[in-house]
């Protein structure tokens, strides 16, 4: 089983910037992509963006222009750069790999494989 380690996270000020990173212990081409995800306090999970092997990305519609995923193959490590941070951005965030043809979905279940999280606080 491939492990995956969230860093990256810590308080930013609101308009701040930071970027994620996702390290597996394994090779990340080994599956069909990987997505970042985030779960705020008493809210449900919820996907944010994820790539695939061939470098296409999806985001979630309201996050497209302030957050960019992106991998290094060589160094099996996925990437998720933040701008523009809102309060509302607040919670632990995700990195998580896929094997299912649906990885594109950005839900739950089609995502196998999860990391700990790395806790985002946005305030000032």
């Known amino acids: 089983q491939v492990q995956f380690v969230e860093s990256g996270g810590g308080l930013v000020q609101p308009g701040g910037s930071l970027r994620l990173s996702c390290a597996a212990s394994?090779?990340?081409?080994?599956?069909?992509?990987i997505g970042w995800f985030r779960q705020a306090p008493g809210k449900g999970r919820e996907g944010l963006a994820c790539?695939?092997?061939?470098?296409?990305?999806y985001y979630k519609e309201s996050l497209k222009g302030r957050f960019t995923i992106s991998r290094d193959n060589g160094k099996n490590t996925v990437y998720l750069e933040m701008n523009s941070l809102k309060p509302e951005d607040t919670a632990v965030y995700y990195c998580?790999?896929?094997?299912?043809?649906?990885?594109?979905?950005?839900?739950?279940?089609?995502?196998?494989?999860w990391g700990q999280g790395t806790q985002v606080t946005v305030s000032s």
């Open positions: 998580a790999a896929s094997h299912s043809l649906s990885w594109y979905q950005l839900v739950e279940y089609v995502y196998d494989s």
């Open positions: 790539i695939n092997n061939q470098g296409t990305s």
């Open positions: 394994a090779l990340i081409s080994n599956y069909n992509a």
